[in-house]
């Protein structure tokens, strides 16, 4: 799961947001997508790179 969090901190940005905002809105990405992770990471195995 650090992946995920090197991508948010890599590819997250809230312009305009206040710090405490983007904080907040950083760490709902996270859980967002680590909880995305855990549940389709079966079916990542069927996915074809072109």
């Known amino acids: 799961m650090n992946e995920v969090?090197?991508?948010v901190i890599r590819m997250f940005?809230?312009?305009y947001?206040?710090?405490p905002?983007?904080?907040n809105m950083?760490?709902?990405a996270?859980?967002?997508v680590k909880s995305y992770v855990a549940e389709h990471s079966r079916?990542?195995?069927?996915i074809?790179?072109?």
């Open 43 to 46: 079916d990542f195995s069927r």
């Open 30 to 32: 996270e859980r967002i």
């Open 13 to 15: 940005h809230l312009r």
């Open 48 to 50: 074809l790179e072109s």
């Open 5 to 7: 969090v090197a991508m």
């Open 21 to 23: 905002i983007s904080d």
């Open 17 to 19: 947001a206040t710090a």
């Open 26 to 28: 950083k760490k709902a």
